[in-house]
């Protein structure tokens, strides 16, 4: 079956500094990947997706590539802000599950000013 | 505004006493869904329906209940809920296809005692 695993946090940085989330999954056929963000009281935000090997996806600065080699979409962004502190989660959808998403466990990070 | 709407968003309730989580969407989306979150765990697909009157469980159906009679509505139902369902749920939708990204409502907090 389908499973991602993404680094525990909470990962706690400083404003300015560079951030990596580690995850990496397994699956069967061809997953589309994407990370998700939750803002404290929010939903579930869609942040960017990648759907096929090498693709990149990117928006607000966030970026993953999909690395079907190393079955790996880590998320990063060279300067976080006081903004981007939230819960990070890295999902995969398959087309032979329907819509499903499988949904690793999820990221905290904390940014201090 | 396009959006998936959930009611309630904090619920207390007691071991056995039926409830119902609504939610609707306005998008016209085809696929709707039923997540729980939990810490550690992400989350977790319970039920979801391709259309209208097309349900089928997700990977924690145990129970809960769901109908689709219409487009817009997906509510979820626990006919005696325990307090192992004390959780954070939320409802998503989209459009078919297994590369659309997932509109969330913003969660409905669910303590059973």
């Known amino acids: 079956g389908n499973s991602v695993t993404q680094m525990e946090g909470p990962v706690t940085l400083s404003e300015e500094a560079f951030l990596t989330i580690n995850c990496t999954y397994t699956a069967t056929g061809y997953p589309s990947l994407f990370w998700y963000v939750q803002y404290p009281g929010e939903g579930l935000q869609l942040l960017l997706k990648a759907t096929k090997a090498d693709d990149k996806g990117s928006n607000k600065g966030f970026e993953a590539t999909y690395r079907k080699e190393t079955t790996s979409f880590h998320l990063e962004k060279g300067s976080v802000q006081v903004s981007d502190s939230a819960v990070y989660f890295c999902?995969?959808?398959?087309?032979?599950?329907?819509?499903?998403?499988?949904f690793g466990g999820g990221t905290r990070l904390m940014v201090k000013p | 505004e396009a959006q998936v709407t959930q009611n309630p968003r904090y619920l207390i309730t007691v071991t056995g006493k039926k409830l119902t989580v609504t939610c609707s969407q306005n998008?016209?989306?085809?696929?709707m869904s039923w997540y729980r979150q939990d810490p550690g765990l992400g989350l977790r697909q319970i039920y979801y329906s391709m259309n209208v009157e097309v349900t089928d469980k997700g990977d924690v159906p145990e129970g809960y209940k769901v109908s689709r009679k219409e487009k817009r509505n997906f509510p979820l139902i626990l006919e005696s809920p325990s307090p192992n369902q004390t959780s954070l749920y939320f409802c998503?939708?989209?459009?078919?296809?297994?590369?659309?990204?997932?509109?969330f409502g913003n969660g409905t907090r669910l303590t059973v005692t």
């Open positions: 999902a995969l959808s398959t087309n032979n599950a329907g819509n499903m998403l499988t």
């Open positions: 998503a939708s989209t459009p078919t296809g297994y590369n659309s990204p997932l509109h």
């Open positions: 998008m016209n989306h085809e696929y």
